[in-house]
């Protein structure tokens, strides 16, 4: 059975012998309500603000290809994959966060080599979330240093990357699950560990450094 909050709603006013929920940490709190009006037990599968580490303060990093596998597995399927990266958190001083972004550019390019300008683009899955995610960019005070482009008849995003965004973006609220990429700069290791404690538990984490290959 298919169907949005209505469904869901009047699904949950029934009584189970255990609920099974999928998807973010707001509508899990609607689930976890309705389960205790009967006392059913539940689990909660949950989305998060993945993020993902990269230690670009060490001599030996392979920044090109970690940059490059950050964005493919950030922008496979738009985004719109539960343990995709939500985020990009670079330790280290702010000329390795220039070289970095210049990397994934260079890597989002050489994904859509060959493409029409529609095919560029990455298709959110319906209208809401079009909308969701047009307001986040919109409402970001970091810099658009990649794609940007919006097809609103076609519900497409191109994929984009922020920099100089910071915990209180509107980037950060949430989870995006979609083709937009915030980059982070911290002077510290500790910094970025502090990052990832003040979100939800991410269902994934990624860390990129000198003993990755």
Same mark, same amino acid.
């Given at each position: 059975m298919t169907g949005a909050i209505p469904v869901a709603s009047a699904l949950l006013n029934e009584r189970y012998d255990h609920i099974i929920y999928t998807g973010g940490s707001h509508g899990a709190k609607f689930v976890a309500a309705a389960a205790a009006k009967n006392l059913t037990p539940y689990t909660l599968e949950l989305g998060g603000k993945n993020p993902c580490i990269v230690? &670009?303060?060490v001599s030996d990093i392979k920044l090109e290809l970690f940059a490059k596998r950050i964005m493919w597995g950030k922008f496979s399927n738009g985004g719109q994959v539960c343990i995709a990266s939500n985020h990009?958190?670079?330790v280290g001083p702010? =000329?390795?966060e220039e070289k970095f972004i210049a990397y994934a550019k260079k890597a989002a390019?050489?994904?859509t080599k060959g493409e029409t300008e529609g095919n560029r683009m990455a298709r959110v899955v319906n209208e809401a979330h079009f909308g969701r995610l047009e $307001?986040?960019?919109? $409402? &970001?005070? $970091?810099q658009i240093v990649h794609g940007g482009d919006l097809d609103? =008849? $076609?519900n497409k995003i191109g994929l984009t990357i922020v920099s100089g965004v910071t915990k209180d973006d509107a980037l950060m609220n949430d989870e995006i699950f979609g083709p937009l990429l915030p980059v982070l700069r911290v002077d510290t290791?500790?910094?970025a560990i502090e990052l990832v404690r003040q979100s939800e538990i991410p269902l994934a984490l990624y860390i990129s450094g000198s003993r990755c290959c």
């Amino acid at each position: 059975m298919t169907g949005a909050i209505p469904v869901a709603s009047a699904l949950l006013n029934e009584r189970y012998d255990h609920i099974i929920y999928t998807g973010g940490s707001h509508g899990a709190k609607f689930v976890a309500a309705a389960a205790a009006k009967n006392l059913t037990p539940y689990t909660l599968e949950l989305g998060g603000k993945n993020p993902c580490i990269v230690d &670009t303060s060490v001599s030996d990093i392979k920044l090109e290809l970690f940059a490059k596998r950050i964005m493919w597995g950030k922008f496979s399927n738009g985004g719109q994959v539960c343990i995709a990266s939500n985020h990009v958190i670079l330790v280290g001083p702010p =000329e390795r966060e220039e070289k970095f972004i210049a990397y994934a550019k260079k890597a989002a390019n050489a994904f859509t080599k060959g493409e029409t300008e529609g095919n560029r683009m990455a298709r959110v899955v319906n209208e809401a979330h079009f909308g969701r995610l047009e $307001g986040l960019l919109k $409402g &970001t005070k $970091g810099q658009i240093v990649h794609g940007g482009d919006l097809d609103r =008849e $076609g519900n497409k995003i191109g994929l984009t990357i922020v920099s100089g965004v910071t915990k209180d973006d509107a980037l950060m609220n949430d989870e995006i699950f979609g083709p937009l990429l915030p980059v982070l700069r911290v002077d510290t290791m500790e910094q970025a560990i502090e990052l990832v404690r003040q979100s939800e538990i991410p269902l994934a984490l990624y860390i990129s450094g000198s003993r990755c290959c």
